[in-house]
């Protein structure tokens, strides 16, 4: 069946810091990739998004590029801000049906 | 902005009552789905459906049922709660097709006493 790793959290970093949380996934036939943040309280909403491989999702100053050679889809974002705090949810679907990472906790501190 | 609404919000019952958590969206997807968020913010699909009519369960097992009679509409039932129902339960939709995005609702943080 399909998979999706993410990279343990809790990460903590100070304010302007770059930012890597590694995907790694498996799955059947092409899937499209997704990261999705939570904030506290809140449900998850959809960060970006790759459809196909190669493609690059940005949204926020995050960005993350679907390469389907190393079945990863790493988020990356150049300088953190405080209210990036949240949890992090990689996530695939591949015919029809989704499948989330556990999701990383991200800690940024003034 | 996704228009999916869920209610209440929060709720704090005690052992044994019947309680039902609303979902609904406003933008007329067909896929609906109801997860359960454990406290290490792991997501668990508890129930969904394609369609009017149509439900089934998900990965895990759960005590709660649902029903879809409207495509809008949602609704997750406890007939009897525990406190091991204590979680936070989110709704999402999507419309159909092989690759589209979840929405998700807000969440109800259930405590059942």
């Known amino acids: 069946g399909n998979s999706v790793t993410q990279m343990e959290g809790p990460v903590t970093l100070s304010e302007e810091a770059f930012l890597t949380i590694n995907c790694t996934y498996t799955a059947t036939g092409y899937p499209s990739l997704f990261w999705y943040v939570q904030y506290p309280g809140e449900g998850l909403q959809l960060l970006l998004k790759?459809?196909?491989?190669?493609d690059k999702g940005s949204n926020k100053g995050f960005e993350a590029t679907y390469r389907k050679e190393t079945t990863s889809f790493h988020l990356e974002k150049g300088s953190v801000q405080v209210s990036d705090s949240a949890v992090y949810f990689c996530?695939?679907?591949?015919?029809?049906?989704?499948?989330f990472g556990d999701g990383t906790t991200l800690t940024v501190k003034p | 902005e996704a228009d999916i609404y869920q209610t209440p919000r929060y709720l704090v019952i005690g052992t044994g009552k019947k309680i039902t958590l609303e979902c609904s969206q406003t933008m007329g997807h067909d896929k609906m789905y109801w997860y359960q968020q454990d406290p290490g913010m792991e997501l668990h699909l508890i129930h969904y459906s394609y369609g009017v009519n149509s439900t089934e369960k998900g990965d895990l097992s759960s005590e709660s049922t649902v029903s879809r009679i409207r495509t809008e509409h949602f609704p997750l039932t406890l007939e009897s709660a525990r406190p091991s129902h204590t979680s936070q339960y989110l709704c999402a939709s999507s419309e159909s097709g092989t690759t589209n995005e979840q929405f998700f609702g807000p969440g109800t943080r259930l405590t059942v006493l």
């Open positions: 790759a459809t196909k491989a190669d």
């Open positions: 996530a695939l679907i591949s015919a029809g049906k989704s499948t």
